[in-house]
């Protein structure tokens, strides 16, 4: 258990740490904002100012969101499975080719090989406003809409996957490959006992953010998805807003609460790998 | 050896979803895109399979995508040929459709049908969906500004509610005198919707004035006639030189009492109710006229009637069951008992749908007090007509509205400017109209 | 007679030796490319045909609803000769990107050092900061739109009328002189996202011998910083960089929740903004792509001046 405060604390450091605590602070504000609202009744979060905190905590509007839930007509453990399938399936399949991928444009030779990562790379530079319509023209033609398909194929041909894996492992030392390669390893052996190895807080850090922004994507869904079998939870939680009257403000918060609490989860868990040092950096000789 | 089981796991589950087939529409199976709140679809659901299905044999399919639902899904639905029979959302989506050929001409489709089918609607809730002669969408569930005032503050100070708008300009330094306030229509300044705008606030005065936004033709803008500066420099003017506050927040204002007397759409009801209750003032806050303009010798209460908008795609499927559905639909028997499962999922909204006689009964029985005022409001009042180009009016209105009240420019000036560039938008989309498109 | 024979043999052999060679070289470069396989098949079906189509509707007329006219290069003519918006959107999209793309970069490496530099909360202090990017931006948008609110009652009018400051509420979101001031704050807020987490577990490379030994030989944290640690750190750098630029010039959601669509006299008109507003407003999907190929050159071009920079490889 570390100290909180360490013992050789200098005035800049401390100075460093204040600043990083309100800087703390004042970036959860909002979110704050967000969680509380889905624990307030309908009267505290029609006040303005809106209040951070809330003053007579209550359930009433997890309640009523499992209520409208339950009238859907489709069962919500299917939603709910859907969602998983989707980000699970992100981040396995995104980190297994990235990885792949990137092992191969960091460290391997060939021709075409700079060419090929600039068109990975500019893959993030067209604005998906635009690239929405021939994607939906694709998956049409392929008889891919309506499918899993349809809402994997987005994140899983992003770019940042792959680009993210090629930094990471551009710096390993060479002699690490060539000396597993001089004990006779196979290619797929170097990859896997060297590279693989070294890659854990990489693979952290895009698990985090793949299952963030697959788990949070509202437009694949609604525009690739036909049938309602296989919408997501971000499309379901928007349904529960009548914008039409403040009834189910309420309920909408508890939701946007609740879609929240996996990804954070995921955040807490993957981390460690990514803050703390790591007992073998891999870079030592 | 647990990732590989885990990787061959997932590449089973996706090779099986694969297989996932989209169900083909049936015949007899009506196909409705709702964009509303998947709850709201349900008064309707139930409705169709108690009366409809059994009377006609023939299903419907409604499909709930969320008030939020961005409008490319329907767009690249009638793209790829995979469009639902009917479609219920916003009431500017059906024009730019139907200008590109995507929606049916109700009223060349099914003529006298049609035209029997209209009567029993108020007369204004179909402008927005008259474009040159065709009839290509039907209105729904409406809103349109009143007075609301709080009783109790109101009689305590001894003053009349307003009728035209010169009371209200006597008032307004009599309310200000006690440290309250007159607020129009809260919220549009800084309003991000398309239906919420300086344009859509502007209706009351425009069209008391016996402006229009556009002329009879639909080509060019109307705004820079007499009328429609008129209205604009009043309008303008509550603001620049009356200090009506451009922004207000009611929760606080209600809740302080600092709001005796203001402008706002009647959607707002339930919630001013709710927050006054919960200041202990339930039972104050009343319904009235909104303020007029003598015109000719009669007192022109119009306001502006935005409502959600229903329409038949081109590439149906079931075109002639549609309309059948349709039928049903606005008959006496099923809008009412579909009214009255909304009332339920949503009880104080002052519901009023287009059948004149359901919104009638409904109002008068649920709401004796506001009934009569909402019902004359609404048979006063109309909303925007449907033109190409129509998308830059609000805009280029909104831009002169800003620069006149936060930017001090001249009324007139502003909007002739304004209008310069709308007509500049129209002629382009015309001509793109007569070049790609016809 | 012997020495042709042996010169013969020599060259065969060495002939041969080259031939292997360059079919060791051959399979070596088979096996890169299998590597790189299964992700580019996927990224080919579903990215590069999409650009691709993208990039040829840019020169049609194309309304969604009908099939692409073939107009030429009419629609990148128009867009420098006939449209002030874009310019405009131009002129905004610039304005904005060149303060918040490399603030928000430093702002992001910079927070990343720190919290690797303190010894405590370290996992608190990193979640605190990345917890805004974990929400959407719509649900955190009442709070914002509160801050900005323009009446009295408004975070920032309250405070600063309060203190004297100001005496009429100042509308934040739709005056013209605040707009963009106001979602540049905003996204600065937002921007300790993917960038600052890699950052993050980029440092936690860095060799510790490497920090020690610049501290033996006198050098202070901050020198350390620049000195040691950015070095190793260039790969790191060009990713966030390169997703620095590509966030900055795609700015547009955001800018709609808080100064509204289109923002009053387009002060927050941004390149993506025009593009939208071609694409779904009016319908011409063809022009919007257009502007799109524009955008993607931009950011290209500066992304390949950021691989320069950055690159670690003397290449």
């Given at each position: 258990m570390k100290r909180l405060?360490?013992?050789?604390?200098?005035?800049?450091?401390?100075?460093?740490?204040?600043?990083?605590?309100?800087?703390?602070?004042?970036?959860?504000?909002?979110?704050?904002?967000?969680?509380?609202?889905?624990?307030?009744?309908?009267?505290?979060?029609?006040?303005?100012?809106?209040?951070?905190?809330?003053?007579?905590?209550?359930?009433?509007?997890?309640?009523?969101?499992?209520?409208?839930?339950?009238?859907?007509?489709?069962?919500?453990?299917?939603?709910?499975?859907?969602?998983?399938?989707?980000?699970?399936?992100?981040?396995?399949?995104?980190?297994?080719?990235?990885?792949?991928?990137?092992?191969?444009?960091?460290k391997r030779n060939f021709p075409g090989k700079n060419l090929i990562f600039l068109i990975i790379v500019s893959g993030l530079m067209f604005s998906p406003h635009v690239t929405l319509i021939p994607r939906y023209m694709i998956l049409k033609r392929f008889a891919l809409l309506d499918s899993y398909w349809a809402l994997l194929l987005p994140w899983i041909s992003g770019s940042y996957g792959v680009f993210l894996m090629k930094q990471f492992i551009e710096p390993v030392p060479d002699e690490l490959l060539e000396a597993a390669k001089i004990d006779g390893a196979s290619q797929w052996q170097i990859f896997r006992r060297v590279i693989v190895p070294l890659c854990k807080p990489a693979w952290c850090t895009l698990s985090i953010f793949l299952f963030m922004w697959s788990w949070n994507d509202y437009l694949s869904p609604i525009i690739f998805v036909k049938s309602d079998a296989m919408y997501t939870l971000p499309v379901i939680i928007d349904r529960v807003n009548s914008v039409v009257s403040v009834d189910r403000l309420g309920a909408s918060a508890a939701g946007s609460f609740l879609i929240t609490v996996p990804v954070v989860i995921i955040f807490l868990v993957f981390q460690k790998y990514v803050v703390e040092t790591m007992a073998h950096s891999g870079l030592k000789g | 050896m647990k990732k590989i089981t885990l990787y061959v796991a997932l590449a089973a589950l996706l090779a099986f979803s694969l297989s996932l087939t989209v169900g083909a529409a049936e015949k007899g199976t009506i196909n409705v895109w709702a964009f509303i709140a998947e709850e709201h679809a349900g008064p309707m659901i139930q409705e169709a399979a108690r009366t409809f299905t059994p009377k006609t044999g023939l299903k419907v399919k409604y499909t709930a995508l969320g008030y939020t639902a961005p409008f490319n899904k329907i767009l690249l639905a009638a793209a790829s040929g995979d469009v639902p029979?009917?479609?219920?959302?916003?009431?500017?989506?059906?024009?730019?459709?139907?200008?590109?050929?995507?929606?049916?001409?109700?009223?060349?489709?099914?003529?006298?049908?049609?035209?029997?089918?209209?009567?029993?609607?108020?007369?204004?809730?179909?402008?927005?969906?008259?474009?040159?002669g065709a009839r290509f969408a039907l209105p729904h569930n409406m809103w349109t500004p009143v007075t609301f005032y709080t009783k109790d503050t109101v009689d305590q100070m001894g003053w009349q509610i307003p009728n035209t708008w010169d009371d209200v300009r006597a008032l307004i330094p009599k309310i200000k005198g006690q440290?309250?306030?007159?607020?129009?229509?809260?919220?549009?300044?800084?309003?991000?919707?398309?239906?919420?705008?300086?344009?859509?606030?502007?209706?009351?005065?425009?069209?008391?004035?016996?402006?229009?936004?556009?002329?009879?033709?639909?080509?060019?803008?109307?705004?820079?006639?007499?009328?429609?500066?008129?209205?604009?420099?009043?309008?303008?003017?509550?603001?620049?030189?009356?200090?009506?506050?451009?922004?207000?927040?009611?929760?606080?204002?209600?809740?302080?009492?600092?709001?005796?007397?203001?402008?706002?759409?009647?959607?707002?009801?339930?919630?001013?109710?709710?927050?006054l209750a919960s200041a202990g003032r339930g039972g104050v806050l009343k319904m009235a006229h909104l303020p007029g303009t003598m015109r000719g010798g009669k007192l022109d209460r119009a306001g502006d009637l935005y409502s959600w908008s229903q329409f038949i795609m081109k590439g149906a499927k079931n075109k002639k069951e549609t309309w059948e559905y349709v039928k049903w639909y606005y008959s006496k028997d099923a809008n009412s008992a579909i009214l009255k499962g909304w009332a339920k999922l949503?009880?104080?909204?002052?519901?009023?749908?287009?059948?004149?006689?359901?919104?009638?009964?409904?109002?008068?029985?649920?709401?004796?007090?506001?009934?009569?005022?909402?019902?004359?409001?609404?048979?006063?009042?109309?909303?925007?007509?449907?033109?190409?180009?129509?998308?830059?009016?609000?805009?280029?209105?909104?831009?002169?509205?800003?620069e006149v009240t936060l930017k001090g420019a001249d009324p007139e000036e502003a909007l002739r400017r304004a209008v310069g560039e709308i007509n500049k938008e129209m002629a382009k989309k015309q001509k793109e109209f007569t070049r790609f498109v016809y | 007679?012997?020495?042709?024979?042996?010169?013969?043999?020599?060259?065969?052999?060495?002939?041969?030796?080259?031939?292997?060679?360059?079919?060791?070289?051959?399979?070596?470069?088979?096996?890169?490319?299998?590597?790189?396989?299964?992700?580019?098949?996927?990224?080919?079906?579903?990215?590069?045909?999409?650009?691709?189509?993208?990039?040829?509707?840019?020169?049609?007329?194309?309304?969604?609803?009908?099939?692409?006219?073939?107009?030429?290069?009419?629609?990148?003519?128009?867009?420098?000769?006939?449209?002030?918006?874009?310019?405009?959107?131009?002129?905004?999209?610039?304005?904005?990107?060149?303060?918040?793309?490399?603030?928000?970069?430093?702002?992001?490496?910079?927070?990343?050092?720190?919290?690797?530099?303190?010894?405590?909360?370290?996992?608190?202090?990193?979640?605190?900061?990345?917890?805004?990017?974990?929400t959407s931006a719509v649900a955190l948008s009442v709070v914002w739109l509160y801050v900005f609110a323009a009446d009295k009652y408004g975070f920032l009018n309250y405070f600063l009328a309060k203190w004297g400051i100001i005496t009429q509420p100042i509308i934040w979101l739709r005056d013209t002189r605040t707009t963009l001031l106001c979602i540049m704050v905003v996204s600065l807020w937002m921007s300790m996202g993917v960038g600052f987490l890699v950052f993050t577990a980029a440092l936690q490379g860095v060799p510790k011998e490497l920090k020690e030994s610049g501290m033996i030989d006198g050098a202070n944290k901050l020198q350390q910083f620049i000195y040691i640690t950015i070095p190793i750190l260039k790969p790191a750098l060009l990713f966030g960089a390169v997703m620095a630029t590509v966030n900055s010039f795609q700015i547009f959601d955001l800018a709609q929740i808080l100064a509204g669509f289109p923002s009053v006299l387009y002060s927050a008109h941004t390149i993506v903004a025009h593009l939208y507003d071609y694409a779904f407003i009016r319908f011409e999907m063809g022009y919007a792509a257009a502007v799109s190929v524009l955008l993607f050159l931009i950011t290209m071009i500066i992304s390949r001046v950021m691989m320069r920079l950055l690159s670690s490889r003397d290449a």
């Open positions: 405060i360490p013992r050789d604390l200098t005035p800049s450091s401390a100075i460093i740490f204040v600043s990083l605590i309100v800087g703390s602070v004042l970036s959860i504000l909002p979110i704050l904002y967000m969680a509380s609202t889905a624990f307030k009744p309908l009267s505290e979060i029609l006040v303005y100012p809106p209040r951070f905190f809330v003053r007579q905590p209550t359930l009433v509007n997890f309640t009523e969101l499992n209520y409208v839930l339950g009238k859907t007509i489709t069962p919500l453990s299917r939603y709910i499975f859907n969602s998983v399938v989707v980000s699970g399936g992100t981040v396995f399949v995104s980190i297994f080719i990235a990885t792949l991928a990137g092992y191969s444009l960091a | 029979d009917m479609v219920f959302a916003q009431p500017h989506w059906p024009m730019e459709l139907y200008s590109r050929g995507a929606v049916v001409d109700l009223k060349r489709e099914f003529g006298a049908e049609y035209d029997k089918l209209v009567s029993t609607f108020f007369p204004g809730s179909l402008t927005a969906y008259d474009y040159v440290k309250m306030e007159f607020i129009y229509r809260p919220g549009f300044v800084t309003s991000a919707t398309i239906e919420f705008n300086a344009a859509a606030v502007f209706m009351p005065f425009l069209f008391q004035h016996g402006g229009d936004f556009f002329t009879q033709d639909g080509l060019k803008s109307a705004l820079d006639t007499e009328e429609a500066i008129a209205a604009f420099r009043e309008f303008t003017e509550l603001f620049t030189k009356h200090k009506v506050p451009l922004e207000a927040d009611m929760n606080a204002m209600l809740k302080r009492g600092e709001m005796p007397i203001m402008v706002n759409n009647d959607t707002n009801t339930q919630w001013m109710r709710a927050v949503i009880p104080g909204l002052t519901w009023k749908l287009a059948v004149r006689e359901v919104a009638e009964e409904f109002l008068r029985s649920n709401f004796p007090d506001e009934a009569q005022v909402l019902l004359d409001q609404v048979s006063a009042s109309r909303y925007i007509r449907p033109v190409l180009g129509g998308f830059s009016m609000p805009r280029f209105l909104t831009n002169a509205f800003n | 007679m012997k020495s042709v024979v042996a010169e013969k043999e020599l060259s065969g052999v060495l002939l041969s030796a080259r031939r292997s060679a360059r079919l060791r070289a051959f399979k070596e470069h088979i096996v890169s490319y299998l590597f790189i396989a299964p992700y580019f098949s996927v990224y080919l079906f579903f990215v590069v045909l999409a650009v691709g189509w993208a990039i040829y509707l840019s020169f049609t007329y194309y309304n969604m609803l009908q099939t692409p006219t073939w107009v030429g290069l009419e629609n990148y003519i128009r867009l420098f000769t006939d449209d002030p918006v874009f310019l405009l959107s131009l002129k905004n999209t610039f304005y904005f990107s060149i303060i918040t793309g490399p603030l928000g970069f430093f702002l992001s490496l910079f927070l990343a050092w720190l919290i690797d530099e303190t010894r405590s909360l370290r996992k608190a202090f990193t979640f605190a900061f990345y917890i805004p990017s974990m």
